[in-house]
């Protein structure tokens, strides 16, 4: 496989126990591919972001963004507020 890029986006956050998609990127980013994995939507009472890079292959990169949830409840019960914002 050549290397490519790979983006991703799964329901379950990357942790001890693995399935199906976290094998999956360990095994892409094994074959030379640079995997980015987005973890799920965390809430928190600050907007943050972080990339980390896997300890045990470098071509894995784990994502992971925080979200205040006053955002998220503005986005679907009051939706001109949100756009506005």
């Given at each position: ?13 990357w942790g ?70």
């Amino acid at each position: 496989m050549k290397k490519r890029q790979i983006l991703l986006i799964s329901p379950q956050s990357w942790g001890v126990n693995y399935v199906s998609k976290h094998h999956y990127a360990l095994e892409m980013a094994q074959s030379g591919c640079v995997v980015y994995f987005i973890n799920p939507l965390v809430f928190d009472s600050v907007l943050t972001f972080s990339m980390k890079q896997f300890t045990k292959d470098p071509n894995l990169h784990i994502i992971e963004y925080h979200v205040p949830r006053l955002l998220y409840y503005l986005r679907f019960h009051a939706r001109l507020l949100y756009d506005l914002i």
